[in-house]
Every structure is written in C-alpha cells, then in structure tokens.
C-alpha cells in the first residue's frame, strides 16, 4: 500500500476553508508556501484536515530530525508540563539546562573547556553569539558571507545576504556587518584554497582583522542553496581568525544535530569553531535553541549580560534532552549517511537524463538539486517551481532554497523509512518528466 494516500485534491475543502480564514485573520506577511492544515504528523508522514497524507521532505525547516510527535519527546514534555512549566532559568534554575548544557558540551567538536547558553530561535542564538564574541574581543565588526542566512531580527536581517523577502523595505539595518563571498564550487571554480584566499583578501582589505569580532558562517548554507563550500575552505578560515584574534562562529542552526551524517556539519571539515550556534533539530520540535563555545569567550559577557525570559525554558529542555539521546542512542547521524547516499544516487541519476538539474550537492540528510537553464549555469526558479508544485500536488513536502529560488532542498526527517523515502522520490521522477 502506497504511504501517500490523497483524498482530495490539493488543498482540499476544509484547508481551502482555512486559508480563506488565515486571509482574514492573519498579515499577508506570513505567508503558506504549501497549503495543506496538518492535522497530525507521525514519523515523516502529515495528514491534513481532509484526510489526505502527505510524505514530509522538509521536517518542518530542517526541525523534526527525530520524527514529528516521537514517543520519548512526546513523553518527556508531559511529564515536564506536569511537573512545572516555567520559572525562568535567570531566577529560579532547575537541572535540566545544566543536563543539557553537558550533553551538548559533549557532542561538539573541540576538546576544551564549554559553557552552553540556551535561547529560543536560530534568530537569537545568532544574536548571542555576536554579542559575545564583540565583548570578548572588544572589536565591533562582523563578517557574513554571500548567500548566508541567518535570522529575521534587525541584526540578523543584515547579516541575511537575500533582498527579497526578507529584507525588502524593513531597514535601516544593524551597522558593521559586511559581506564577503564564500565557497560555491558549482558557480565559482574554485579550490577551497583559492576561494579561502579570495576571502580572506577582501577581510583584510576591506575591514581588517583590528576591527573585526566574528566570522560568522553556515558550514553548508541553507536558505541560500545547499552549498557545501570546497575542501579546505573552512579550515582556511578558522586558522585564519585564530591567528589574528578573530572568534569564528559555525551557525549550525540548518546543519546541526545529525543532519548532515555527522552530529555536527562542522566535524566532516575536522574544524573545531569557537563558538556554535544551533536551533531547530536539537528541540524535536518545541522552540529551543543554543550558542555553545570556548569558556573564555562564552565567559566575556558579565552578569545578568547574558538571558531572557524563556531561554532555556523547561518544556523546551525537556524536549532537547529527549531529542538528543534519540540521536545518539538511534545512532541517527548514521541513518543522515544512509538517506545521503539514496538522495545523491536516485538525484545523480535523474540530474544524467534532465540537463535541467545543473547540480546535485550536499551531505547526509541535506541535499539538493539546482536548476538551470540547459547548458548554462543561469538559474531557472521556473523549473523548480514548476516540479515542486507537481510534488505538492502529488503528497510530496518539498522546499526550494537558493538566493535564486532555482534549488529543491530535500531535508527529510532522519527516521524516514526506506520505502517512504523511495516513493517520494519517485514523485520527484514524475514531476520531472512531467514539467520537462
Ligand atoms: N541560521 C543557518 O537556517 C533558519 C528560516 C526560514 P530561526 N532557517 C529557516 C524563514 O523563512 O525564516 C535559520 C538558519 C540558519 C539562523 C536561522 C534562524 O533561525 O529559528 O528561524 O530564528
């Protein structure tokens, strides 16, 4: 029996009836990408309100690593909401952030001394992470790269390299973040090596490591298309900001916590960055979020310079510390590895027969095609879209990325069996076919 089953067709009745009511109730600007209601979600599997279920590629943004409603997290935050919901780590602690600031400790790459501090979203763990990193080194300055997501927030909005949508006319924007290109084998040519050196010319040149507090990058970028940054690349970097006093940042927010086959994108590159920020997958889907580093940078902030009401709430704790011993004790960086290869394998073949597909990249459960016009590196968003919306009409989640809206990102949760995972992409296959 097929796992995708579609009573209706797409959106059905009752999420067309939903719409109509989020149109009148809610800003324009948040906007549905895809227009099913769930109802409820169990593994990789959405049913909507019509009864249709849908195979989920996308666990809500790269968040339900470990399935949605996963028995332990599930039980966990029960129990946790039974027992006390919120007291506010800054006046009245409890042991959970101290469990789950061990644990995370423990997992990250980079053998030295940790301190963790938990927040809500990516957004504010990126936030954090600046501001510590500008009291450590008593420097202003923050370097971003070309095609980087990073948040929503004024400053993260800066540091976000796409217009539109997320910046379009919500300026003026936080001061002293400034751009530099990156590592985009497919666009650039070049060698890890080379692209190092092209970034580290324009650093020097053009703001200079006196002023300079972070480097914040994404070990492969998200929002901005899957790119996974020629060999060599990151480590240039890092031995770079190490020797001129410069704090470098992994935003690990998309790529973190097994996603990438290892627990954490920057262990591949055998990179061990000052400090990491991290959000969706650590939270099995509640909001949690986290900048873990070296004690003395993490240290810099004073007293009370540091927090939030909700930081580190404890049903959100809950959550992670049920999540992350998922991932450990289900070995799921290894299940990232497994769906990694299917993806590369089943998109590899698919990419040999439509010279729409310029590119196939990424790593573990993170993988993406991008597309072009045949026989040119020029985006086509049309392409995409057009097999995209052929997936979503046929019980497929799928997302597109990419500064030029020309990438399908396929992030599915990492407890998606095999035989789900095959027939999604044998949806990816007809679509392909079918928009050609
Ligand atoms: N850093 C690397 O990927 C969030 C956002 C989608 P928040 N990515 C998905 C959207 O339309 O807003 C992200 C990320 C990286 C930071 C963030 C921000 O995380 O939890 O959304 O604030």
Redesign the pocket.
Known sequence: MPEISLATSIPGPKSAALLERKRRSVPDGVSVTFPVFVESADGAILTDVDGNRLIDLGSG?AVSSVGNAHPKVVKAVQDQVAAFTHTAFGITPYESYIELAELVASITPGDFDKRTMFVN???EA?ENAVKIARRYTGKPAVVVFDHA????TNLTMAMTAKQAPYKTGFGPFAPDVYRVPASYPFRDGLTGAEAAERTIYQIETQIGAANLAAIVI?PIQ??GGFIVPAPGYLAALVKWANENDVVFVA?E??AGFARTGDMFASQFEKIEPDLITM?KGIGGGLPL?AVTGRAEIMNAAHPGGLGGTYGGNPISLAAGLATVHVMIDDDLPAKARAIGEALLARLGAAAKTDARIGDVRGRGAMVAAEFVVPGTTKPDAHAADAVIEYMAQHGVVVLECGTDGNVIRFLPPLVITDVQLAEALDVFDEALRATR
């Open positions: 943004i979203t990516g957004a990126v997501f990073h948040g929503r994404e998200g929002e935003d927010v998309q959000a979020a």
